[in-house]
């Protein structure tokens, strides 16, 4: 996938007159929260203000997050029509999503659906996965296929059937295959950046004004482990 811009480090995958597409780096937060620290969502609306020479305020409307030390594909609005049709197509699923992630201990089956339920823990922001249903969890589905084992790693890609809290980080996490780097799901060590392997490599959507079919594929980062998938 070539990467149309990366001035200041944005990696933009798809830009048009109603949506933009950026390739998340570790750290980034998707959207301003209580640490302070500058959002994506401002990155863009000043690459779009210089790029085009807006006056004022420029448009631009979240459509979904990845967590922060999460990395890949994440799709923003540039007028209110592409943002009701986009939140329109992630609230119904009618997108498709592909995750890479890379798993300490390899995964018993080389493919599998997981199916849990999810009871999320506000205090510490995490998700914990059951097997049976407790009270205030949501059902939690995933699949994944192994696509390569490293010397010491396992690479997973993951297709989401629902978009939970923590999903695919508690789904793996559960049946003992934390991914690299996520101390907070049992990796027994974080990664130098401070960020996870876990990757949204893949997008399809009917664009939400010329109706064409979409797909997007965002470059892994640049690292060893990555490199070697």
């Known amino acids: 996938m070539k990467i149309l811009s990366d001035k200041n480090n944005l990696q933009i995958l798809h830009e048009d007159n109603h949506i933009i597409v950026v390739n998340k780096r570790v750290g980034d937060i998707v959207q301003g929260d209580k ?27 979240v459509i979904h997050r990845l967590d922060r030390p999460t990395t890949g594909i994440v799709v923003f609005a540039r007028t209110s029509k592409a943002l009701s049709r986009m939140n329109e197509l992630f609230s119904n699923r009618e997108t498709k999503k ?12 080389a493919k599998a659906k997981l199916v849990h339920y999810l009871k999320r823990n506000e205090k ?53 295959s934390p991914i690299k780097g996520d101390l907070k799901y049992g990796a027994d060590r974080s990664n130098p950046d401070g960020g996870i392997h876990l990757h949204a490599r893949k997008l399809t959507f009917l664009h939400p004004v010329s109706k064409e079919n979409i797909t997007i594929i965002a470059p892994t980062p640049d690292d060893p482990i990555w490199n070697a998938v």
């Open 98 to 109: 592909t995750y890479w992630a890379v798993v300490k201990n390899k995964p018993k089956e």
């Open 124 to 176: 510490n922001n995490t998700s914990k996965a059951h097997l049976k249903e407790v009270p205030d969890s949501k059902l939690a589905s995933l699949d994944y296929v192994i696509i390569k084992e490293l010397q010491n790693y396992t690479a997973l890609e993951i297709n989401l059937h629902t978009g939970r809290h923590h999903q695919i980080r508690a789904q793996l996490s559960a049946i003992g």
């Open 35 to 61: 640490t302070g620290d500058k959002p994506l969502s401002d990155v863009v609306k000043e690459y779009i203000k210089a790029k085009y020479n807006k006056p004022g305020d420029v448009f631009l409307g």
